[in-house]
Every structure is written in structure tokens, then in C-alpha cells.
């Protein structure tokens, strides 16, 4: 593996390509007649996310050797699809940081989230159409629905303690995945009429999705506070289960899980109790399970390229995959 | 004008197509993975709405001889927007009743309501683009931005007293008129290509839209809670200021302003503070003011179709126009 961190080679890459993409992004964020819509927008597109989705749209359309310019408006969709939902989501977890700065919902209020997400969601939509392409149109609609069934799923097993892994899996692979096998896919589709190529994206983007997912999960965890700008244990404090839970669940002796279930049951849970679920994870090495899980899904996602041919792109979002294991925000 | 209900008698001509519009909403409301989703959609699309969005969009494209099957789908679309944005809507406005039900943020919660209502989006994105049409996407995706963007206008100017008219109709505009201009205008480019045609459905919607809303306000003040299903004053009780209280703050002495505004201001409105409020309004006969600005916009509604050919359809989309002034709930 390369020492030199893929995504910021990617980005030095793709920077031509990245500032178009910022540039159509702050024209569709303005608003002439509601001034808060580009307040709020801006707040969140400033906090400096990676801007990992479009940059592995432009990645796979390129990676193709597409040489024309649709693929700056499919990623500007898919980065607006994403921050609608992060906005929403916000909304609906009760967030109050995100990437080290205060939430929308914290800075202004919920009403403004929900009614800027959907302006953004639906501006996704209007990005979406000028691509001219009804197949586009059609992965992303499906996704963006898939999304939205997959979160009121997540929202309804909440504090479900007998959650299975396949139901988790279910949850992560629309809640993340899918917009990330979207990106690929849809990139790719820009480049080729290739159908195995289309489909090796496809399964490209959701396999790392997932395993991107899993080591979200883990760092909820493992993670480490003032790096990652937000809290450790946000999943257990607001009664999510995830990987590292379900696992030892599936692991554990009777007592354990009582006590597992019991901590989870608590209506207000304290660091004491963080600490001592961490220490059960700890006795079943979850944490270390978890992380293989997401190893196995990465190692798949690289798999998935295997008939692409090879060039510098490629190998870059092949090298994703191993830093996104280590990654530790 | 007829004695016959106008809308009455569209539900019982279109009554085959209306059926298939509740099939599809049905089929497409479904979610395997989340028992969630339709139960609320269940609730909110049984609550007994009149479905006049669909109704003005099969009724265009087929007052042009549209003969094929796509409006359905329209229609469909046109009503997924519509119950997405009421869901929004009762988050908001914190809500509590509709159409006589308990709205869905009380029978659940604030967070499901935004997801189902994402859902919903989504879900018409999906619907619309299976209609294979780009211009249809076009007028739809737009459609759908203004609405959102005039949501959060409306949003920003809750308790701005100094509210102007021109802000005020921007607002009923985006929220409100465009679905209904959409839905006739799209039903209209099922059926034709001649523009001038389609423009005639699109402003026809649009001025309809406008009056539909001026009544809304009107009754807001007017109206009988019993007969709405909704509480009378909901506007001043949000600090929602309308047409009936922008209107009199232009007319009014410089007393009766301060009034009214600092009814307004007041953190907790009473009924004593409504019936005030209403005592102020009779004094510049603004209920009845606003009734006439609904009748202007009904009668350029009607207008709008001079030239599209006369046929039975035609004549009842002419006659809700003026229905709709008589409206009670």
C-alpha cells in the first residue's frame, strides 16, 4: 500500500474538475428570495468534508476515460443528495455537532433543516435532469428512495435490541452504500454502454460503502473525539445499534447481553455506562471484528475493479479502500 | 354557474382514472423494508383530501383529447409532492390537526414525519421519471424547488410585520400555485405540443392556485372549525401574516397598526386577542377585500382557457373556479 494518502492524491488530481463542482454547487445553493437557504448551505458545505462522493464520480467517469463535462453536475447531485440527508439527519438524530462545528439544527432550528434539506433535495433533482440521461435519472431516483426507506427503517429499530445483522446490513448498505455505488455507478454509466464495466463500479462504490459504514460504526467506539469533531459513543447514547453491538449479542453469554440490553434500555445513559459496554466489547474483541468486517467488504470493493483496466486512477481508488480502514475521522 | 358541485362531478367522470391514481399511490406507497412508511402514508392520504391536484391533471390533458395513460402517473406525482410537503408542513407549523385527524408528528413523531415525508419525495422523483418525458422533469424538479425555496421564505418572514403584498404573493406563489400550474400545465404536455395551449393550462393552474389560497387565508379567519377539520386563527396564532392582515396594515390608522402588531408580538395570542384582531379586520372590511383579490385571480383563471377549445371538461375546470370562492373548508 502507498504511503501518500489516495484521497488527497485524488483530490490534487481532480482539482480542476473539484472547483467546478464547487463553483455549480454555490451557483444552485443561492436563492435570491430566501436569503437562508444560502446561510444554512454554506455553513454546512464550508465544514469540510472530503467531498469524497463526487470526487469518486469524477474518479470512476474518468477512470473510463470520459473527456466531457457531465460528470461536474452528476457530482454536484450526489454531494447535494448527501448533504440534504446530513441535514435531515441531524434533524432526526438530535445531533448537535458534526466535523467540530455546530449543526443547523443547533445554529438556526429544526423547521430551517428540514425545509433546507428539501430545497436542496430537490435542487439535486433539477441538477439531475440537465444531465439529459432518463437512465441516470433513474439510478438516482431509485437511490434517493432507497435512502429515505432505509433511514425510516434505521429510525424504527431504534432501541430494537433483537436487531439481526441482516436487518443492519439492510440499513447500511441504503442508508450509505447505495449513494456511494450511485456515484460510481452513474459516473461510470457517463463513459461507457460497457454493462460489466457499469456493474464492476456499481459493486465497487457498495462495497465500500459498506465498509466505509463499518468503520463509522467502529470509530463511534474506538474514535477519538477532537480528531473526529464529533462525540464518541453517539450511537449508544441515542440507542443505535450497529456492527460492534449485534456482534457481541451474537457472541456473548446470557449475562452479558442481559447487561448489554439493560445499558441500552436506560433512558438517560452516562459515560459510566459507555465505559462499561466498552469493556464487554473489549472481552468478545468486537471491536477488532468489527474492523475485519470492514476489511472483508474493502477487500471486496478492490476485487470489484478487477476487469477495469488499469491506469492511474484506478489504482488510486483501489488504494481507497486500504485508507479507509485506517482512517481515523 | 352550476348548482352541480363542479368537483363532484369531475371525481364521478374521472372516476375510472382516479381509481388508477389511488392504485399506483397505493403500489408505490409500499415499503417491504419499513411497515412504518405506509401506515403513515395510509393516514395521510385517507384523510379524506378532495384530490384536486390529480383531478386538474387528468382533467387538462384530457380537456386537450389526451388518450394514452401517462397522466396517471402525473397525477400520482403531482399528489406524492403534495402529501411530502403537508408532512413537512405539520413539522413546521408544529401541527396538530388536519382535515379533522390528528396529524402524523403527533401520532408518531417529528422524525418519522420527515423521513416518510423524504420518502414520499422521493418517491415522486421516481414516479416522474418512469413518465420518460425530460421536459416533464424539467417543469417538475423546478416545481419542487420553488416550492421548498417559498417554504423557507415563508418560514423567514413568520412575525415580520413589515411583510409587503409583493412578498406575501411571491410566497403563495412558490407554495402553493405552482403545484397547481404544474399539474395542469404537465397534464397539457401529455396531451399536446402546441405552446400556446400549455401555456394557457400553466397560468390557469397558476391564477387558480393563487385564488385556492387567498381563500385558505380568508377562511383562516372566516372559517368554521367544525366544517375545516382545522382550527380557525392557526395563521395568527404562528404569526403567519396573510393577505387579510397585510391588507389592513396598508388601509389602517396608525392606531389600529400598532394594534395588530403587537397582537402580534405577543409570545402567547388568546382568543380574546383573536376576536380583537377580527374586530380590527371589520373595521376595513378586509375578509371581504380578500375575498375579492380571490375572485380577481378565479376570474383570470377562467380566462386563461378562452381559447382552448369548449368541451364538458373544459366547462367544469371554468366552473371550480368559481367553486372554489364558495368553498367552506
Not at 278 to 292: A, C, F, G
Request: aromatic share 8%; hydrophobic share 40%; with cysteine.
Amino acid at each position: 500500500m502507498s504511503s501518500i494518502d489516495p484521497i488527497n492524491e485524488l483530490q490534487k488530481l481532480l482539482y480542476g474538475r473539484l472547483e467546478l463542482v464547487d463553483q455549480l454547487s454555490l451557483k444552485m445553493m443561492k436563492s435570491e428570495n430566501a436569503p437562508r437557504i444560502p446561510e444554512i448551505t454554506k455553513h454546512i458545505f464550508s465544514s469540510g468534508g472530503k467531498k469524497l462522493r463526487p470526487l469518486m464520480c469524477i474518479a470512476s467517469a474518468e477512470t473510463l476515460n470520459y473527456k466531457s463535462n457531465k460528470h461536474i453536475t452528476l457530482a454536484a447531485t450526489i454531494e447535494f443528495i448527501h448533504t440534504a440527508t446530513l441535514l435531515h439527519d441531524d434533524v432526526v438524530d438530535e445531533s448537535s455537532t458534526r466535523r467540530g462545528k455546530k449543526t443547523a439544527n443547533i445554529l438556526w432550528d429544526n423547521k430551517s433543516s428540514v425545509l433546507v434539506g428539501d430545497f436542496l433535495f430537490s435542487r439535486a433533482f433539477q441538477l439531475m435532469v440537465s444531465t439529459n440521461s432518463l437512465n441516470i435519472l433513474e439510478v438516482l431516483s431509485n437511490t434517493a428512495a432507497l435512502i429515505t426507506e432505509s433511514e425510516v427503517l434505521q429510525l424504527t429499530n431504534i432501541r430494537n435490541i433483537d436487531i439481526d445483522l441482516k436487518t443492519y446490513f439492510k440499513i447500511i448498505e441504503g442508508k450509505t452504500a447505495i449513494l456511494f455505488s450511485a456515484a460510481c455507478e452513474t459516473g461510470a454509466m457517463l463513459a461507457t454502454n460497457n454493462i460489466e464495466h457499469i456493474k464492476c463500479f456499481k459493486e465497487y462504490g457498495r462495497a465500500f460503502g459498506i465498509s466505509f459504514q463499518l468503520i463509522d460504526d467502529y470509530l463511534d467506539y474506538k474514535g477519538n473525539t477532537k480528531l473526529m469533531g464529533k462525540d464518541v459513543g453517539n450511537d449508544f447514547y441515542n440507542s443505535k445499534l450497529t456492527f460492534p453491538i449485534i456482534f457481541t449479542l451474537s457472541k456473548a453469554t446470557k449475562l452479558d447481553c442481559l447487561n448489554i440490553k439493560n445499558l441500552f434500555k436506560k433512558p438517560k445513559k452516562s459515560k459510566d455506562d459507555f465505559d462499561t459496554l466498552l469493556n464487554i466489547l473489549n472481552k468478545y474483541s468486537s471491536l477488532e471484528s468489527t474492523k475485519n468486517e470492514a476489511i472483508k467488504w474493502s477487500e471486496m470493493a478492490k476485487k470489484s475493479l478487477l476487469s477495469i483496466p488499469n491506469n492511474k486512477l484506478k489504482k488510486l481508488l483501489e488504494e481507497i479502500c486500504d485508507n479507509i480502514i485506517l482512517r481515523k475521522l
